[in-house]
């Protein structure tokens, strides 16, 4: 990577201090959520300790993954995902270890990162990357809904200002015997955080709302006095020393250290690297770039392990905070080394303004990040997708809740494999399989294509479609549906030999054609087999997107369409 690039000079420090300023809220509130399963009873300055590994994960893995990954304006750090692993680890080192020792949870924790990381650089080097596209859209959307609902849970308890319990279905049979006990202040606080970040946009979009929100409330809580138990506390200043150098390691056992770290470190490689490549992937399609997904892998790893080795929170790509460093002009590597730079100078030299932060403020803005991880789109088109379809995204949406993340992936892999295996059995006992599955390739003309008018075929392109549009071939079809040459004017999209249509293929023909659509350039269908008709019509593609009048039940009446349209 080149450390200075002058070409976006400006557009990267400018999106990469952008980024920062989200990023910092985040990373507070991902810390204080990991370490918040550990009451102040306990540990008084638990709030301190997770601030401070939030922040120093988002500043080290940022720097790292942006020096040595393959994707050009990925920002990095804690994520929902990640933090959620992180929290259920934490508990569980401290619910097993007695006495109750926070050394022992920083160390093993601090194992897992490392453990996360060398796993993750392990996935570069064998080129696993390429897998990802191979996970079907219903387990994302169940697996990501899963997350965004166990976000918002954990942050019910500590928006109304008390203790929540480790266990999803302790924190909902728990809460009327408790919800007597709730604080008003912080009630009345996280409720201003709320509004504020959801209303502030309507004035302006210039400045993250989430920044406005926790300075604001700060403020509001220092005037009102709020007592120092309901906010971080103080954070060490300067940057941190590797946890051996901290920490009292010579009482650890560390043979039950690394048996209990290495499963989670697993895990965590894991969901971090669905977590990056999806980030990327959503970069990508932004910037109109192509990453790299096994040197991203590679840079992720190096970052996690180091973030470990200074006992910080482990992250992956995080999506938001890369889409605000593009649209705020960050093109490449180096606006994600600003973001670092920015939060190196607030470890450095603000920690004493961050511990006035009240702790609500913090859950306040984790309940809107559980929000915009649901995927409210998935849920809406419940009814219309194939019945299969649904039946995956919410199997994995209820064991990602109430049993474990990655049971809750695997299971619904296995289950959108096989009744995949099955579609693919019943179309073709039924005729209607091509003989090819999803060869997304140029083609030559096909014969009913000759009659078409030279002048005609100057202005259109003919995107030939051959065989099921799923999960297992939506990468490629997303390729071949990018590769329409500038001056085209109209797309025609064959879908004579399309006999079946899956969520993510219904997804990933939705996005194509309104990348289309904002070229200006006009998109055509003709012969949709009857699954994909109903796929496209129950979801509003057909009209919304393409007009009745654009779709033809044959090539001819297509034909007969352009040459009044385009030869008048």
């Not at 809220?25 to 918040?36: H, S």
């Not at 302790?170 to 809460?175: A, K, N, R, Y």
């Amino acid at each position: 990577m080149k450390l200075l690039p002058t070409h976006n000079l400006k557009g990267d420090i400018f999106g990469g201090l952008t980024a920062g300023i989200v990023a910092l809220p985040l990373a507070l509130a991902f810390g204080i959520q990991a370490f918040g399963v550990i009451s102040v009873e306990d540990v008084p300055n638990i709030g301190a300790i997770g601030a401070l590994a939030g922040l120093t994960g988002a500043l080290i893995l940022g720097f790292l993954a942006a020096v040595f990954g393959g994707t050009h304006s990925q920002i990095s750090g804690p994520t929902g995902p990640m933090t959620v692993i992180s929290a259920t680890l934490i508990s569980t080192i401290w619910a097993t270890t007695q006495p109750h020792n926070i050394e022992t949870v920083i160390i093993c924790m601090a194992l897992a990162a490392m453990f996360c990381g060398l796993f993750q650089i392990l996935f570069g080097v064998i080129k696993i990357g390429k897998y990802i596209r191979y996970i079907p859209y219903p387990v994302l959307s169940g697996f990501m809904s899963g997350i965004g609902i166990i976000i918002i849970l954990q942050q019910v308890y500590p928006l109304l200002g008390m203790k929540s319990p480790v266990l999803i279905i302790d924190m909902l049979l728990q809460f009327p015997q408790k919800i007597g006990s709730f604080d008003h202040n912080a009630l009345l606080m996280s409720a201003g955080t709320i509004a504020i970040i959801y209303l502030f946009p309507l004035l302006t979009k210039k400045v993250p709302s989430t920044l406005v929100a926790l300075i604001v409330i700060t403020l509001v809580s220092v005037l009102a006095g709020l007592p120092e138990k309901l906010t971080i506390g103080h954070i060490p200043s300067g940057f941190p020393l590797p946890f051996f150098a901290q920490h009292a390691v010579s009482d650890i056992n560390w043979a039950a250290a690394l048996k209990m770290a290495i499963v989670p470190g697993l895990t965590l490689a894991g969901l971090g690297s669905i977590d990056t490549l999806l980030t990327s992937v959503v970069a990508d399609n932004i910037t109109k770039t192509r990453h790299n997904s096994n040197r991203e892998l590679i840079g992720q790893g190096i970052g996690n392990f180091t973030v470990g080795l200074f006992a910080g929170l482990p992250g992956a790509g995080a999506t938001m905070r890369t889409v605000v460093n593009v649209k705020s002009g960050g093109k490449t590597q180096f606006s994600g080394v600003v973001h670092a730079l920015f939060l190196l100078a607030v470890l450095l030299g603000l920690g004493r303004f961050v511990s006035y932060v009240p702790l609500s403020v913090l859950a306040g803005i984790l309940i809107t990040v559980g929000v915009g991880i649901i995927d409210f789109r998935g849920f809406k088109d419940l009814l219309k997708i194939p019945r299969a379809d649904a039946v995956v995204l919410i199997t994995v949406l209820v064991l990602t809740v109430f049993v474990d993340l990655l049971i809750a992936v695997g299971i619904g892999m296995i289950i959108a494999c096989v009744l995949f295996m099955k579609r693919a059995g019943d179309l073709v006992e039924n005729g209607y399989q091509s003989g090819a599955i999803s060869r997304f390739d140029k083609e030559l003309p096909w014969d009913d294509e000759h009659d078409i008018p030279e002048e005609v075929l100057q202005r259109i392109f003919i995107q030939r479609l051959n065989g099921p549009i799923f999960f297992g071939s939506i990468t490629r079809f997303q390729e071949v549906m990018l590769d329409v040459p500038e001056n085209v004017k109209i797309v025609i999209i064959r879908m004579r030999l399309v006999s079946f249509m899956d969520q993510s293929g219904l997804y990933a023909m939705e996005n194509a054609i309104k990348d289309l659509q904002k070229k200006g350039i006009t998109v055509l269908m003709t012969i949709v087999q009857p699954q994909p008709l109903y796929m496209l019509t129950s979801t509003k593609v057909i009209p919304s997107l393409i007009p009745e009048s654009h779709v033809f039940k044959t090539f001819e009446s297509c034909t007969a369409f352009l040459r009044r349209e385009m030869l008048e």
